[in-house]
């Protein structure tokens, strides 16, 4: 059984910064590309930025320059570092990651998704 759990949601004023992390644990073999999606109330859950297991990034345009996203492969855990928050950025933010739990198989996680709520 794998799962992502996820940290560091809460409250900030706008301009403020707050650090994400997801955490993968269970049976895994190998984990490949891990990300970070959000969905406000009323939307569609849309990209934020996304990493390879070789370390490439992918930025959606509303978040560049604004938000990093890392990954530390020692302890299976992905991170999004974002500065600079805007009211447009409330949502609650999901982690995603393709991981296999033997040579044989991938599969696509979630994780159970954790508020961010920036007041303006």
């Known amino acids: 059984q794998v799962q992502l759990v996820e940290s560091g949601g809460g409250l900030v004023q706008a301009g403020g910064s707050l650090r994400l992390s997801c955490a993968a644990s269970g049976s895994i073999f190998r984990i490949g590309a891990m990300g970070w999606y959000r969905q406000a109330p009323g939307n569609q859950r849309e990209l934020v930025a996304t990493?390879?297991?070789?370390?490439?990034?992918n930025y959606a345009d509303s978040v560049k320059g604004r938000f990093t996203i890392a990954r530390d492969s020692a302890k299976n855990t992905v991170y999004l570092q974002m500065n600079s928050l805007k009211p447009e950025d409330t949502a609650v933010y999901y982690c995603?990651?393709?991981?296999?739990?033997?040579?044989?198989?991938?599969?696509?996680?979630w994780g159970q998704g954790t508020q961010v709520t920036v007041s303006s």
């Open positions: 995603q990651s393709w991981i296999s739990s033997s040579a044989e198989n991938v599969r696509l996680y």
């Open positions: 990493i390879t297991s070789g370390g490439t990034t």
